[in-house]
T-cell receptor, first 111, second 114 residues
């Protein structure tokens, strides 16, 4: 079993719609969860981080964490073509400093 | 201030050669990380430095890979006897203190071993 599972996509949504990206992880000791966006040929850039169960909102982005289900998601409201990228889910287990990444979900927002 | 910088941006080498990849972290960040990303995959952890010391090198694939950070700032990843399977993008990241906070990535070095 992979440590972080993500649907590779592509996830195709129309402009203005809500994009929902999902991630499951295997380490029950995980404390911190991160969503990074990566444009083709570029390095990952942080979108959101979340530590506590529940929702965390930042502009058009909402991260949701359910530690009991070992599940984290990212919602992107009012999706724009500029949101088209690969979204990487990662966790940083308590006491460890390395990030464990999923393979990423490719999002395509079409006009 | 400036972000994480990496040089070179691209490196083409022949199988069996030695390469060095350099990372300059964000000023003041004590934690520095190296990752490797293959096509279609997420970044894979290689090594973590806290200051000058390698606190976790569990991700280095074998003894051909070595990294240093002698003065607690710039780091160099060294690969001996390169193999075609070493071809990937090598990413460096830094964070303020290494206590599980956000890691900021550099642009990466694209290594191609022919």
């Amino acid at each position: 079993q992979k440590e972080v599972e993500q649907n590779s996509g592509p996830l195709s949504v129309p402009e203005g719609a809500i994009a929902s990206l999902n991630c499951t992880y295997s380490d029950r000791g995980s404390q911190s969860f991160f969503w990074y966006r990566q444009y083709s040929g570029k390095s990952p850039e942080l979108i959101m981080f979340i530590y506590s169960n529940g929702d965390k909102e930042d502009g058009r982005f909402t991260a949701q964490l359910n530690k009991a289900s070992q599940y984290v998601s990212l919602l992107i409201r009012d999706s724009q073509p500029s949101d088209s990228a690969t979204y990487l889910c990662a966790f940083n287990s308590g006491g460890y400093n390395k990030l464990i990444f999923g393979a990423g979900t490719r999002l395509a927002v079409h006009p | 201030g400036a972000g994480v910088s990496q040089t070179p941006s691209n490196k083409v080498t022949e199988k069996g050669k030695y390469v060095e990849l350099r990372c300059d972290p964000i000023s003041g960040h004590t934690a520095l990380y190296w990752y490797r990303q293959s096509l279609g995959q997420g970044p894979e952890f290689l090594i973590y430095f806290q200051g000058t010391g390698a606190a976790d090198d569990s991700g280095l694939p074998n003894d051909r890979f070595f990294a240093v950070r002698p003065e607690g700032s710039v780091s160099t990843l060294k690969i001996q006897r390169t193999e075609r399977g070493d071809s990937a993008v090598y990413l460096c990241a830094s964070s303020p203190s290494g206590s599980g906070e956000t890691q900021y990535f550099g642009p990466g070095t694209r290594l191609l071993v022919l």
